[in-house]
Every structure is written in C-alpha cells, then in structure tokens.
C-alpha cells in the first residue's frame, strides 16, 4: 500500500476513504461509555457497500458485528472498514475478531489501534494470524477524534476532563449578587447542552450547588440518550438539606472536614481533586465536564486537572467587577497558564473557544 506523503491518500482504495468517512460518522452517533464509540461499514468483495454498524450501549453488540449481521452472505471475500481496532478478547461479547474471520471477510480497515490493554494489537494480530489482511490507519482521518475522552481514559486512567465556562466579553462569570443565568444567549447555551449529552459526568461545586441549585441534567428537545451523573465538590461547609440533583444518584466528594451530612446522602471522602479525577476514572467515566464556578475553575486549573477549555464568551460587557472567571490572585505574569486555541468560532451572539493547556 502507497500511503504517500503528508498524509495524502495515493494510492489508497476510494471506497475504503469512502466507508471509513461513514464509519466516523457512525461511530460518532452514540456514546457508549465506558466503551468506546465505533463504526464499522462493510464492502462487498466488488467494493460496494452492504452494510453500516454501531457500537449504542455497553454491552450491546459491538459495531462489528452489527455490520457483519447486517451484510450476511455479502461480507464473503469482502472487507470491513472499522473506526478501531477488533477486539480479540471475551468481555460481555464474544471476540470480534473470531466473528470477522467466521464471516469470510478477506480484509479489514482499522481507523486505529485500540490502547485498552486488553487489546492493544492484540486484535490486529488475530486477524493476521487468521490469513485476513490488514491496515492500519487511514491517511486524512483521525480515527481517534471520533472519542478522544476514551483514548485519554485508556492511556491515563482518568477521565478527560472539561472545563467549561461562560463570561462577559470582559471576563466576567456571575454579578456581584451571585446571579450568573443566563450570561450567554440561547444558541450558547444549546451547544452547552449537547457538551453534556457527550459528557458521563457533570461536576460542579458545593457554591454552585448553594447557589443556583442546577439540575445538570441534558435538556435538548428529542433527546433521549442518557444523562451525565452529577459530581459535586464539597469543602468544609454544609450541604443543603435538599437540592435537586440529590435525586439523580450524585456522586458526592467532600474534601475538607466532614460534619453532619445530608439525610440520605451518601458523601465520599477524597484527599485533593487529582484523588477524585483518580476516582472517577476508576468508576469508568470517560467524559467529565466541569460547570462549576471560580472556585471550582481556579482549583482545577491550579491541579493541573483541566485537560479542554471550552470558554463561551457572551456578546454583552459587564462594564464592572462581579466574579471572575477564577478566583484568587493573578500575582505575575510569570503564573500564566499557556493555552493552545484550537477553535474560536461565533455561536449566536457569543464567541465559543475551545482550548487545551499547552
Ligand atoms: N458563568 C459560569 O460559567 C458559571 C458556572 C458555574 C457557576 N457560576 C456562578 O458561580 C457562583 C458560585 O461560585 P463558587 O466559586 O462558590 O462555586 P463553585 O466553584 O462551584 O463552588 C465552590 C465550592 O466548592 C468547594 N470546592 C471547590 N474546590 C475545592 C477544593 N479544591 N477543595 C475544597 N473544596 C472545594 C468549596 O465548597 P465549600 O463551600 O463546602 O467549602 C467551595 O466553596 C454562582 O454565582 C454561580 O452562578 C458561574
């Protein structure tokens, strides 16, 4: 295979670019957590395509046999285009890998490599070891976008985490009175929402609790996918009696000193927030957006805890001081993070910026 220079696609078969595009979007349609997202599509051996699978929930069928359930007969002697690498191992499903070469297919197409250690090429060799012929890789798409949560997951055992914000142009994130809705306009505010239908987990702090009792919960019109579980942060001081996200199974961390606790409750212990980004790993959450206020943002910021950036900036001026976007002293320039921009574009009246810690 000639896979040419700087990533141009000489050479590389139209149908494979062709189903691997529809792969990607495939993929990207539903996010199965702590399982990856994964599209697949199959070619018939005359290069036609037959049929499109998707991974939809853990422990539903992987994308893989999805397609190949899909193509029967027609998968003989053809090839699958999938986003990542086959699985070779038994989870809740059986190895992809023994369903692959069951099926007859002759090639398979793998966006990329799978970092679960329990895969790890694993599924590559099987194929090969199998006589199916196999690439790796396609030039021009970067099969990992699909879900970049779940390759930092995998890698580092902890969630990707979010922040997300929202000012005036001039830097403010809530009036002197604590009020804060809405800053931003309604485009904004409806993309915010479609970055918590990505997230498994929304986290805020015990202020923002105390203040604007959020239900965290993903409200678009048709949405019916499923909502992140709500994180809250406590320090040393009380919790409310009541609050609404207390009815969707929050997961409560208390970083300071513990006192007498909610009735019914339960409240986690945790060292510092790197221990509880270390947690929510552990419990397999993938995508954790971050809502909270200044505090909050200062503390991520300043545990080097913040993986993106996404910054709504909303089209109107304070024209005066309330709460800045963190809180604490900005002593020198010296202390300044640097960021790479990786988008700036108009949503509405308001500018979005997507960000990442350089
Ligand atoms: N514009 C926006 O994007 C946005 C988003 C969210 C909130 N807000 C606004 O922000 C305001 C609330 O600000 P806030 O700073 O109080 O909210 P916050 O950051 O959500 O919560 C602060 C509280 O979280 C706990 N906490 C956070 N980090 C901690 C750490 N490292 N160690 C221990 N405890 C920690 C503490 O709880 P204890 O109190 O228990 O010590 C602290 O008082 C409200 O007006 C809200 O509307 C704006």
Redesign the pocket.
Known sequence: MSRGTNGNRIGWPQPWLWAMERAVEAAAAHRPHPNPRVGAVVLSSSGRPVATGTHRAAGSPHAEIVALAGAGSDAVGGTLVVTLEPCAHHGRTAPCVDAIAAAGISRVVVGVVDPDPRVSGAGVAALAFAGIAVEVGVPGIDAEAVDPGYFHHRRTGRPRMTL????TLDGQ??AAD????W?TGAAARADAHRLRADADAVM?????????DPSLDVRLPGYTGAQPRPVV?????A?PAAASVYRRHPLVYR??RSGAEPVGLEVLGAA??PAVVKDLGARMLVDVLV???????R?MLA?GAVDRLVLYLAGRLAGGLG?PLF?GVFATLGDARDLHIDQAIAIGGDLRIVARPC
Do not use: V
């Open positions: 997300k914000l929202a000012a994130t809530a604590g009020t804060s809705q800053i805020i702090g015990a202020g923002t609790l105390r203040l604007d942060i406590a320090g040393d001081r919790l970083l300071g510092d927030l809502e909270g206020g200044p505090t909050l943002a503390s545990a709460r809180d």
